[in-house]
């Protein structure tokens, strides 16, 4: 099984910066495509940012050139780098690792809150 543990979360000033992990228990995380999604009160949770087990990557039209996402293998960790944050990015943020292709399974962190404020 796989866990995902969040971190990087806060309170930060429109224009400013955080990154976001998602570290993962288990040897085959490598093998997983991992996903961000993101949840603001009273919205649907909407894919943030995704990278393939190859490393191909793709981004919601709202985050693209902001956001990159990335990760790294043999620290079992995919990052999330937001820039020139804004108010609007306030949400709780998710990771997400789909096996399903291969029998791995779908697994979620717990999420972590970002706040950007205006």
């Known amino acids: 099984q796989v866990q995902l543990v969040e971190s990087g979360g806060g309170l930060v000033q429109a224009g400013g910066s955080l990154r976001l992990s998602c570290a993962a228990s288990?040897?085959?995380?490598?093998?997983?495509?991992v996903y961000w999604y993101r949840q603001a009160p009273g919205k649907q949770r909407e894919l943030v940012a995704l990278i393939t087990r190859g490393g191909s990557t793709d981004y919601a039209s709202s985050v693209k050139g902001r956001f990159t996402i990335s990760r790294d293998n043999a620290k079992n960790t995919v990052y999330l780098q937001m820039n020139s944050l804004k108010p609007e990015d306030t949400a709780v943020y998710y990771c997400?690792?789909?096996?399903?292709?291969?029998?791995?399974?779908?697994?979620w962190g717990q999420g972590t809150q970002v706040t950007v404020s205006s």
């Open positions: 288990g040897s085959a995380f490598r093998l997983y495509a």
């Open positions: 997400n690792a789909d096996g399903r292709s291969w029998q791995g399974g779908n697994h």
